[in-house]
């Protein structure tokens, strides 16, 4: 089993998250070669909640040789324990070392859209963790406020928050202590001025409408002027940037503040996924430091 610190090693400091390639009219193999070359360790796929989502994600392992490719998230309110365990160990077993396992409580409409209740959703991660078999892939949990950061620090490898402000990445650490991996998500719009505040905006409202994000926003200081009307200046600074000197600046907070490993998910214009930015974004990952 990969350790902490060789999974630092294997990761740097950027890497990418998108949404399956094949859904948004991208070729998996093709695009994650272009991640690769572009010098990013490590893509991170959402929508994993059925067998069909994971094998989606090998042709992006095949089509790379070092490319780290990890959900995030599968879904535990979706997957038999057992099932994602053995589903996970065989592609950790065919591609050793480059894949990672995240696991997350999702949110309450998409739960409820599935006939299910959302009630108790740490409770259902620990219950989800108790069932699950011994397995040799790198987990790491979807983690927001301190009892499910103290469950990540004590059962998994680490957290793997999301729609988080560098603040956040203080606190996450401060939970996990030194020896557990911190990956945050951090949207940008790389256009400057009025447009990338636009697609920020446009990236932002729905998430600004989850209670998960909301909730754990509040906590860190941002009131309701912050979180109404697409998000304040203030929050989308934080949040998701745009302009590639924010960008950049937003991007060294994370690493600075504990992050091992920060994952990138550049937006356009209509707030979605901006496939060609990805040779903008590398550049100005370029000077970090490994």
Do not use: C
């Amino acid at each position: 089993m990969t350790t902490t610190d060789e999974l630092r090693e294997l990761l740097g400091p950027v890497g990418i998250w998108m949404p399956p390639p094949a859904a948004i009219g991208l070729d998996p193999g093709e695009f994650a070669r272009t991640v690769e070359d572009a010098g990013f360790s490590s893509v991170w796929i959402p929508g994993v909640n059925a067998a069909e989502n994971l094998a989606a994600l090998e042709p992006l392992l095949a089509a790379t040789s070092r490319l780290v490719v990890a959900t995030g998230i599968a879904s535990v309110w979706t997957w038999p324990p057992a099932e994602l365990a053995a589903a996970a160990d065989r592609l950790t077993a065919d591609y050793p070392d480059r894949f990672v396992l995240g696991l997350g409580v999702s949110h309450a409409p998409l739960v409820e859209s599935t006939g299910q209740a959302y009630v108790r959703p740490l409770t259902k991660m620990r219950q989800f963790l108790d069932e699950l078999p011994a397995m040799e892939s790198t987990t790491v949990l979807a983690a927001l406020g301190p009892k499910m950061l103290q469950l990540a620090r004590d059962r998994t490898h680490g957290a793997h928050p999301y729609f988080t402000p560098p603040e956040h990445t203080v606190f996450a650490r401060s939970v996990l202590g030194t020896d557990r991996l911190l990956v945050p998500e951090l949207a940008v719009a790389l256009a400057p001025g009025a447009d990338g505040a636009a697609a920020a905006r446009a990236y932002a409202k729905f998430y600004l409408k989850l209670p998960n994000y909301t909730s754990n926003l509040r906590t860190l200081g941002f009131g309701d002027e912050d979180l109404a009307d697409g998000g304040s200046d203030r929050l989308m600074s934080a949040v998701v940037p745009h302009g590639p000197d924010a960008v950049s600046d937003r991007l060294r907070e994370h690493l600075d503040a504990g992050a091992d490993h920060v994952v990138l998910q550049p937006v356009g214009a209509d707030g979605r996924f901006a496939a060609d930015s990805i040779g903008e974004l590398a550049s100005i990952a370029a000077g970090l430091p490994r």
